[in-house]
């Protein structure tokens, strides 16, 4: 469905936001990379990101998830999508973290307070962000 809104979605703000960040990321993998002296880091860190920008700007006018992922949501359906992508996307990283938290206790692994430090920040945001959007509405 072309709507003004979608046309709108695909452009703008957010695709400049979005490209900044992302050729930031590619430029923060090729310096640490580089420091590292791991070429494929350094070369294949920056190639994903810049294919990834690649691909959003090309599909931005073609396909509404791409110009969401590129850009700002344009109307209000737009921002329901987004918000529960990005409820889903909490939901799935707090069941990994837990899940590597109790295999890497269990294991006894180096790795068990990264774990439950992630968890321990994880929970804390969500009820400090519980506590803050349901007093400010």
Request: aromatic fraction near 8%; glycine fraction near 14%.
């Amino acid at each position: 469905m072309w709507t003004k809104a979608f046309r709108r979605a695909s452009g703008g703000r957010g695709v400049i936001a979005t490209s900044v960040v992302v050729l930031a990321a590619a430029v923060a993998y090729l310096v640490i990379g580089v420091v590292r002296g791991d070429a494929a880091l350094a070369v294949g860190g920056p190639l994903i990101m810049l294919g990834y920008l690649a691909i959003l700007l090309v599909l931005r006018n073609r396909s509404e998830p791409a110009a969401l992922l590129g850009g700002a949501p344009a109307d209000e359906r737009q921002a329901q999508v987004m918000l529960r992508a990005t409820g889903f996307m909490g939901h799935v990283l707090a069941a990994v973290l837990v899940v590597g938290a109790m295999v890497s206790l269990a294991l006894g692994s180096q790795y068990a307070g990264m774990f439950c430090d992630l968890c321990a920040v994880g929970g804390l945001s969500f009820g400090a962000a519980t506590v803050w959007f349901s007093r400010r509405g």
